[in-house]
């Protein structure tokens, strides 16, 4: 079956993403012990993953539950964006740029409230793809099928008639499930190798 579309994730691969220690930084600098932040909040950052609260919300939980005031709670949200965020895999997102207009691309992402806004900011992925699915927007998240039903039909395009990649095992798995062509991030030069063989191979 031909490939007419491409799919990638964010972080780690779109995105080169340091490890998220925001949470040992915001203990370290409360003078918290080990796990708080994560008892504290754990269901509001699993709420926001799936956008069941508002960044409003997510805010207001953090001043809270850490009683901590406005400005030092914007304080270290920034932190967590600053980690989120990354900085741009300047190759792979040229290379997925060129795929258009012969090929439908995508973004699948297990996201957070507020991501949409902040990563178009940043690097424009708006404008780089067909299709955007954050699990914030759409409720659900990979490895669940749903998510990647949902793109392949906003792609309008059969799960064998899609690519994906990503760099985290389950998620390729979830997507190799549901009959897309799964390809597991590396890095840069392995996987358009992997990805234009696939391509290659079906057309």
């Known amino acids: 079956m031909t490939i007419r579309a491409v799919v990638f994730d964010i972080g780690g691969v779109l995105e080169i993403t340091p ?3 925001f949470d040992a930084r ?31 919300e997510v805010l207001g939980a953090v001043r809270e539950r850490l009683e901590v005031g406005r400005e030092k709670a914007d304080e270290m949200m920034a932190i967590v964006w600053e980690q989120y965020l990354g900085t741009a895999n300047t190759e792979l997102i040229a290379w997925a740029r060129r795929l258009r207009p012969a090929h439908r691309t995508g973004i699948l992402s297990n996201s957070f409230v507020g991501a949409r806004e902040r990563e178009h900011a940043a690097y424009g992925f708006g404008d780089l793809v067909d299709v955007l699915v954050y699990s914030h927007e759409v409720g659900v998240a990979k490895p669940d099928p749903r998510a990647y039903e949902i793109t392949c039909e906003r792609l309008g395009v059969s799960p064998g008639e899609a690519a994906f990649l990503d760099d985290v095992e389950a ?9 897309m062509r799964a390809v597991l991030y590396r890095d840069n030069a392995q996987a358009i190798e992997e990805l234009e063989s696939l391509i290659a191979s079906t057309t």
Request: proline share 0%; aromatic share 6%; hydrophobic share 50%.
């Open 19 to 21: 490890a998220m220690d």
């Open 26 to 56: 915001w203990e370290n600098d409360l003078g918290l012990a080990t796990g708080t932040v994560f008892q504290c909040l754990g269901d509001v950052f699993a709420a926001g993953s799936l956008g069941e609260v508002t960044e409003a």
């Open 171 to 179: 998620a390729v798995d979830g997507a190799s499930a549901v009959g």
